[in-house]
C-alpha cells in the first residue's frame, strides 16, 4: 500500500482496505487499467432496532462499487463490503452510512467535486476516460450539479444591465445578461423574442433594482424594459451607432470607385479602405496625403467628404462627452452637413436611425457611469469558446459550464452579489474555466489599463463591411459590402 492508498482511509472511518486489485478493463474499442480497493467495515454494529427496539440479526454482506479519484492518473474504485442487519419484527433494515459517498451516483463526493470542476472547462468525453465511465454519467453528474447551484445560488439583480445575443449551432439565438457594474455573467436565456423576455424579467427577483439597460438597437426589447423594469432607462451602446457611419462612409467609396476604370480603381483601392477607416488624429503622414489626394480629385473628392462626415460623427461622443445638450446640438449640425447626393444615402439612415432611437441614443449622457456593452461582447466569445468545447451539448450545460466559471463566481462573491449560497474558496478552487488564448478569467484593478472607449477607434486596420467588437477583437460580421468589387 502506498501513500495514495492511506491518504484514502482518511475519508472512510469505520473501513480498512484489504487489498488492491489492478484489473484490465475493455470497453469497445479501449482498454484501461483499473485500480480496485477492496475494503470491508470495521466499525460497531447495532444490536437492536432503532424503531422498536428488537435484536437486529446478520443479513449477510453487500459489495457497493464506488467510483472514487484516480490513482496514478489511472482510474479507481471502492469495492466496499456492507454489512446489512435486518429487524425481524418491523423488517427495519440497517446498513452503515457513509457520510464521504453521494448515494445518488454511488460516487464519492471527492470524485463528484472534482468531476463537475472538470466537466465546466473539458468536454464530457475527456473526463469520462479520465475515470474510466460512461460519457452519459459525467453529464448526468454535472446537471445535478447545475440543478443543485440553481436551487441554492441567488444573484443580487444588478443596476446595470447588458443584453445581447449570440448564435450557437443546434441551439439557435441565445440573450446573454451581464451585470455592467461589476463586469459579471448574470445569466442566460435559450431564445430571443419579446415573449421570452416578457417572462424573464416579469420573474426577476427585485426588478425596482436596474436602473439602467445598455444593448444594440433591438426594438423588441423596449417594451420589455418599459413595463417589466419600471426605474430603468434603455441605453443604445455607441458602437452599434457608429458603425453605421463606417458603413456608410464604405458605401460613398464604393459608389465613387465603382465608377473608375479598372486601372485607377485598383491604385485608388490601395491602402484607402483602410485610411478610410483610422481616425484622424491616428493617421500618419502618408495616409494624410492619400485622404488629402482624394479631396483635390472632383472624382474622388466625395470619399473625403464622407471621411469627415464619419469623423465628425465620431467626435459628437469624443468632443460633448460632458454636456448632453451640446451632443444633441452637434448631431443636428452634422446633420445639415450632409450632401442629398444618392451615394450619400447610407448617412441619410443613418440619421433616420438616430431619429427612431433618439432618446436611447442620447440616455448616455445622463448614465451616472459609461455604460457599454463591451463586456457582455466579450462574454459572448466565452460562451462560443465553451461551445466549442462542448459541441452538441444543451443549453443547461452551456449555460452552467459559462455562469458557474470560477472567475465569475468569485467577482459576484466578492462584489457582494451573491446573496444566497456557499462561500467560494479564494484557493483550492471549487470552480475553475480553464484560461485560453488572449482571454483571461482574471482582470486587473490599474485602471490606468482598462479599456478606453473614448480614445480608441474600433475600426482600424479591418477590411471594409466588416464589424467587430472592440474588446475582444471578434469579427461580427453584422454589416457586409455585398457590392464591393474583388481584390
Not at 465546466?120 to 453529464?139: H, L, M, R, W
Not at 467626435?315 to 450619400?344: L, R
Not at 448616455?364 to 457599454?372: A, G, N, S
Request: charged share 30%.
Amino acid at each position: 500500500m502506498d501513500a495514495g492508498t492511506d491518504i484514502r482511509l482518511m475519508y472512510f472511518p469505520g473501513f480498512a482496505i484489504n487489498s488492491l486489485e489492478e484489473k484490465e478493463v475493455k470497453k469497445k474499442n479501449e482498454a484501461f487499467k483499473l485500480n480496485v480497493f477492496n475494503m470491508d467495515y470495521t466499525g460497531e454494529l447495532p444490536v437492536k432496532c432503532p424503531n422498536c427496539g428488537e435484536k437486529l440479526i446478520g443479513h449477510g454482506k453487500r459489495p457497493v462499487l464506488i467510483v472514487d479519484t484516480p490513482l496514478k492518473a489511472e482510474p479507481a474504485r471502492l469495492n466496499m463490503n456492507m454489512p446489512r442487519r435486518r429487524c425481524l419484527k418491523c423488517n427495519y433494515l440497517w446498513t452503515p452510512e457513509v457520510q464521504e459517498i453521494d448515494n445518488n451516483h454511488l460516487i464519492t463526493k471527492r470524485a463528484f467535486a472534482d468531476i463537475t470542476q472538470k466537466a465546466i472547462k473539458q468536454p464530457f468525453i475527456d473526463v469520462a476516460k479520465e475515470y474510466g465511465i460512461s460519457v452519459n454519467t459525467v453529464k448526468n453528474t454535472f446537471i445535478d450539479f447545475l440543478n443543485e447551484k440553481k436551487s441554492t445560488l441567488r444573484f443580487t439583480t444588478p443596476a446595470f444591465l447588458g443584453i445581447d445575443e449570440i448564435k450557437i449551432p443546434k441551439l439557435g439565438e441565445v440573450t446573454v445578461i451581464t451585470d455592467l457594474e461589476h463586469r459579471t455573467l448574470y445569466d442566460m436565456i435559450e431564445g430571443r423574442n419579446q415573449e421570452l423576455l416578457r417572462k424573464y424579467f416579469d420573474e426577476l427577483p427585485n426588478p425596482e433594482n436596474v436602473l439602467w439597460v445598455c444593448s444594440d438597437m433591438y426594438r423588441p426589447f423596449e417594451k420589455p424594459i418599459h413595463i417589466d423594469l419600471p426605474r430603468a432607462r434603455w441605453v443604445v451602446d455607441h458602437y452599434h451607432v457608429v458603425a453605421y457611419a463606417n458603413k456608410a462612409m464604405d458605401s460613398v467609396r464604393i459608389h465613387v470607385q465603382n465608377q473608375l476604370s479598372k486601372e485607377k480603381r485598383i491604385k485608388t483601392k490601395k491602402g484607402l479602405a483602410y485610411t478610410l477607416r483610422t481616425r484622424l488624429k491616428r493617421l500618419s503622414t502618408e495616409e494624410q496625403l492619400l485622404i488629402r489626394e482624394c479631396r483635390k480629385n472632383p472624382v474622388t473628392n466625395p470619399i473625403a467628404v464622407a471621411f469627415d462626415l464619419k469623423e465628425e460623427f465620431f467626435d459628437i461622443y469624443d468632443e460633448h462627452k460632458n454636456s448632453k445638450a451640446d451632443a444633441q446640438e452637434a448631431f443636428a449640425e452634422w446633420e445639415k452637413k450632409i450632401p442629398e447626393d444618392k451615394s450619400f444615402d447610407g448617412f441619410q439612415k443613418l440619421v433616420g436611425t438616430v431619429h427612431n432611437f433618439y432618446e436611447q441614443i442620447f440616455n448616455l449622457w445622463e448614465c451616472p457611469i459609461y455604460i457599454t456593452n463591451g463586456f457582455t461582447e466579450c462574454t459572448n466569445r466565452l460562451i462560443r469558446e465553451n461551445s466549442v468545447k462542448g459541441r452538441g451539448t444543451s443549453f443547461d450545460i452551456l449555460r452552467g459550464r459559462t455562469l458557474y466559471r470560477k472567475a465569475n463566481l468569485e467577482k459576484i462573491e466578492a462584489n457582494g452579489m451573491m446573496y444566497i449560497g456557499p462561500h467560494i474558496p479564494q484557493k483550492g478552487s471549487i470552480f475553475h474555466y480553464e484560461e485560453t488564448k488572449d482571454i483571461r478569467d482574471d482582470y486587473t484593478e490599474d485602471e490606468s489599463l482598462f479599456f478606453n472607449s473614448y480614445d480608441y477607434d474600433p475600426f482600424i486596420g479591418l477590411r471594409p463591411g466588416i464589424d467587430y467588437d472592440p474588446e475582444t477583437g471578434e469579427i461580427l460580421q453584422e454589416f457586409e459590402d455585398k457590392e464591393e468589387v474583388e481584390w
